[in-house]
């Protein structure tokens, strides 16, 4: 079995192809070497190496819009497609021309290169569709901050794409407002809501009021989700209140606040919130096996007790957040809430029918 030919050095590359200035001489070896030192991607390295042996002029149009080679990479790899590319016989017009010739607006050539990855021209020339203002306002001035940018517009232009709308929805309104915001990694939870909720998408929104907005619709989703599961399984709606019996709903000991979880919805948010499980215990809690409080201290969740009938009510467990032991206090406290439950049953159990 014959092993494939291993594939050319960037000079065997470079010197095979017949370029409108041909040869090898050392104006071209010197721009060949200082066009590529604008890139970090080695792709875009060797279209600009193209660019800048093709025509004296080839660094310095790369260095005025370092987008430039976006446009040849963007053409395929193979010589005999990058060295007849009609972007090679207008280096040295006006760039401002070269630029409109492609589609790609004036405000991109602050881009700086090593921002740049292959695969962007068509979200360039989209982003070329904006007002000229707006875009030179949205675009980011250091050359990190354009790299998460661009990724971030790319990742939302594909997620529009592959839902089957226009690609560029709402991509205006992310362009100005995620340069402004950084928060780049919350594309995804934003674009979601833009995608499914344009119709009431408040274009007036800064980045953090759509993000706080898409949280809130995903959590919704969650638990219209979770609400159709419980009642598949316990047959209870998920926000229906839970009989106690004579235990109590609320009752406050040494500065503690015991509140009971008393549905399906109540017991999620507090496993969300202490990040437990003790949303499973819902079927236990509905068949009366099992009562939940949530132990508070001036309103924040502290602790999570779980009582269990056996001949009375006894403490199953006393949890802190994450499944951690709690404060000796808190412990303490929830021993004495524990008699006040079994005082309470004892005592409705003793009054006359």
Not at 62 to 76: T, W
Not at 121 to 132: F, G, I, R
Not at 173 to 200: I, K, M, N, P
Request: overall charge positive; glycine content about 6%.
């Amino acid at each position: 079995m014959t092993k494939p030919a291993p594939a050319p050095s960037l000079g065997e590359y470079l010197s095979a192809m017949p370029f409108p200035t041909l040869g090898d001489a050392p104006w071209q070896r010197v721009a060949v070497q200082d066009a590529m030192e604008l890139y970090d991607n080695l792709d875009l390295r060797m279209a600009a190496a193209v660019i800048a042996r093709s025509h004296p002029y080839g660094y310095q149009t790369l260095g005025q819009a370092p987008v430039l080679a976006l446009v040849l990479d963007h053409a395929g790899l193979k010589p005999e497609r990058q060295y007849k590319h009609p972007l090679l016989r207008q280096i040295g017009a006006r760039l401002k021309d070269v630029l409109a010739s492609l589609k790609l607006a004036p405000q991109l050539r602050s881009i700086h290169g090593k921002a740049l990855r292959p695969g962007q021209l068509p979200l360039l020339q989209d982003l070329s569709k904006l007002p000229p203002s707006v875009l030179a306002q949205a675009l980011p001035a250091d050359t990190a901050t354009q790299v998460e940018w661009l990724s971030a517009l790319g990742a939302w232009r594909r997620h529009m794409e592959s839902r089957g709308v226009l690609r560029s929805l709402l991509l205006d309104w992310a362009a100005t407002t995620l340069s402004r915001s950084g928060s780049f990694q919350q594309w995804r939870e934003v674009a979601d809501l833009a995608l499914h909720l344009r119709e009431r998408f408040n274009r007036a929104w800064t980045w953090e009021s759509a993000y706080k907005a898409a949280e809130a619709w995903h959590r919704e989703l969650a638990k219209n989700s979770q609400a159709e599961a419980f009642f598949r399984n316990h047959g209870q709606d998920y926000e229906a209140e839970i009989n106690l019996g004579a235990l109590p709903a609320e009752l406050q000991i040494d500065g503690l606040d015991f509140v009971a979880l008393r549905s399906g919805l109540a017991l999620h948010e507090d496993g969300r919130a202490m990040h437990h499980c003790v949303a499973s215990y819902a079927g236990a809690v509905i068949k009366g096996k099992s009562r939940i409080f949530s132990i508070r201290r001036d309103g924040k969740r502290i602790a999570t007790l779980e009582l269990v009938r056996r001949k009375k009510w006894q403490i199953e467990q006393v949890k802190g957040p994450c499944n951690r032991a709690p404060d000796p206090a808190v412990a303490f406290a929830a021993t004495r809430f524990l008699g006040a439950c079994n005082d309470a049953e004892t005592a409705s159990a003793g009054v006359p029918a």
